[in-house]
């Protein structure tokens, strides 16, 4: 019994000592929460009459996103303009020369590069008549006359120009010579499948006659002189009096001579050609060729050394046509790929097809 005392005693002893120390532990909690007193005091309530927001206007948050939404887009296009030496549009050619513009040529979708032949009825072949028409202007009325192409460098068109233009003056029941005069890199005998054994340069070279070299085509009215062999003096032949005699000859059968020649800003035979011809057509080829290339041309043209020329815009993009007429030329451009005059596409694609094109692709 004294055993089982002593345990009950201390089993109260044990929880008398752990209720004694949590009363404690709470007397020192309450003694701790009731000391700590807020050090503000509040001086006077707010009311409508003493109150200020001094956070963000509605007015700046307005005003703020439409001034990012326009500058900063501004500035990105002064830079692109700024940075680019590219031929884009009108501006960049009126701001280097005062040479008109006489026809712009779209961007060739097709396989062919006889696009006048094959294709009458797109809006590159309307380009190649309009261009026909305002070399007229420039001859003022001949009946016969001679034609030269151009650029400042190669891989701006001249040959593809050289081919349509031809096949457009052919077409028109005009007598047509197409000749090949750049005999350093020969193309023209290739679209119209013929051979490039004789041609120009054996002309010059007094080895073959003028009835050996010309090359008929398919259509009755169009002729081709491919350049020939390749000489090691191409700038000499073009400039010797044996160049005269064949421009000379050449005019008496036909109506319409079309001289596809070396790019102006590489060599000099365009130069010499010039002195030969009634019009002269410069190749400017949209977001290929450069703003500085135009300075020489421009500057034989207020210099006089080349008149009666004018400016081909070529490889204009379908968005710069579809709006008008890129640079203003050619009433024809106002109607569009959209039209169905030209027999193209007479749709406008809806943004659903366009999304998924892009997503095929």
């Given at each position: 019994?004294?055993?089982?005392?002593?345990?009950?005693?201390?089993?109260?002893?044990?929880?008398?000592?752990?209720?004694?120390?949590?009363?404690?532990?709470?007397?020192?909690?309450?003694?701790?929460?009731?000391?700590?007193?807020?050090?503000?005091?509040?001086?006077?309530?707010?009311?409508?009459?003493?109150?200020?927001?001094v956070g963000p206007s509605k007015a700046s948050m307005i005003m703020m996103p439409m001034t990012l939404g326009f500058v900063i887009p501004f500035i990105l296009v002064f830079l692109v303009d700024f940075f680019n030496t590219k031929i884009i549009d009108k501006?960049?050619?009126?701001?280097?020369?005062?040479?008109?513009?006489?026809?712009?040529?779209?961007?060739?979708?097709?396989?062919?590069?006889?696009?006048?032949?094959?294709?009458?009825?797109?809006?590159?072949?309307?380009?190649?008549?309009?261009?026909?028409?305002?070399?007229?202007?420039?001859?003022?009325?001949?009946?016969?006359?001679?034609?030269?192409?151009?650029?400042?460098?190669?891989?701006?068109?001249?040959?593809?120009?050289?081919?349509?233009?031809?096949?457009?003056?052919?077409?028109?029941?005009?007598?047509?010579?197409?000749?090949?005069?750049?005999?350093?890199?020969?193309?023209?005998?290739?679209?119209?499948?013929?051979?490039?054994?004789?041609?120009?340069?054996?002309?010059?070279?007094?080895?073959?006659?003028?009835?050996?070299?010309?090359?008929?085509?398919?259509?009755?009215?169009?002729?081709?002189?491919?350049?020939?062999?390749?000489?090691?003096?191409?700038?000499?032949?073009?400039?010797?009096?044996?160049?005269?005699?064949?421009?000379?000859?050449?005019?008496?059968?036909?109506?319409?001579?079309?001289?596809?020649?070396?790019?102006?800003?590489?060599?000099?035979?365009?130069?010499?050609?010039?002195?030969?011809?009634?019009?002269?057509?410069?190749?400017?080829?949209?977001?290929?060729?450069?703003?500085?290339?135009?300075?020489?041309?421009?500057?034989?043209?207020?210099?006089?050394?080349?008149?009666?020329?004018?400016?081909?815009?070529?490889?204009?993009?379908?968005?710069?046509?579809?709006?008008?007429?890129?640079?203003?030329?050619?009433?024809?451009?106002?109607?569009?790929?959209?039209?169905?005059?030209?027999?193209?596409?007479?749709?406008?694609?809806?943004?659903?097809?366009?999304?998924?094109?892009?997503?095929?692709?």
């Amino acid at each position: 019994a004294e055993r089982e005392y002593v345990n009950i005693q201390r089993k109260y002893q044990l929880s008398n000592d752990l209720y004694t120390y949590l009363l404690k532990k709470r007397s020192e909690a309450g003694i701790a929460r009731a000391s700590n007193i807020s050090k503000a005091q509040v001086l006077d309530y707010a009311d409508n009459l003493r109150i200020k927001f001094v956070g963000p206007s509605k007015a700046s948050m307005i005003m703020m996103p439409m001034t990012l939404g326009f500058v900063i887009p501004f500035i990105l296009v002064f830079l692109v303009d700024f940075f680019n030496t590219k031929i884009i549009d009108k501006k960049d050619l009126s701001n280097i020369t005062s040479i008109p513009v006489i026809g712009t040529i779209g961007h060739n979708k097709y396989n062919s590069n006889l696009i006048v032949l094959e294709n009458p009825k797109s809006v590159i072949a309307e380009g190649f008549r309009s261009l026909r028409t305002n070399i007229s202007f420039l001859t003022e009325g001949k009946s016969k006359y001679v034609v030269s192409l151009t650029s400042s460098v190669s891989g701006e068109g001249k040959t593809f120009c050289g081919m349509n233009l031809s096949l457009a003056q052919a077409l028109l029941g005009k007598k047509t010579l197409l000749v090949g005069a750049d005999l350093r890199k020969p193309k023209i005998y290739d679209d119209f499948e013929l051979e490039n054994k004789v041609g120009l340069s054996n002309y010059l070279i007094k080895k073959n006659t003028l009835e050996e070299i010309v090359q008929h085509t398919k259509l009755d009215t169009l002729d081709v002189i491919t350049s020939g062999i390749m000489p090691p003096n191409p700038s000499e032949l073009l400039a010797s009096l044996r160049m005269r005699e064949f421009i000379d000859e050449v005019k008496k059968i036909y109506d319409v001579i079309i001289i596809d020649t070396p790019p102006v800003g590489l060599v000099t035979d365009a130069l010499l050609i010039n002195k030969y011809v009634d019009v002269s057509l410069y190749l400017v080829r949209q977001g290929f060729t450069s703003k500085s290339q135009l300075l020489a041309i421009n500057d034989y043209y207020e210099k006089g050394s080349i008149q009666h020329i004018g400016i081909i815009v070529n490889d204009v993009k379908q968005r710069k046509i579809g709006y008008g007429g890129y640079y203003g030329y050619g009433y024809g451009y106002g109607y569009g790929y959209y039209s169905s005059y030209y027999g193209e596409e007479t749709k406008r694609k809806s943004w659903v097809d366009k999304l998924k094109k892009i997503r095929i692709g």
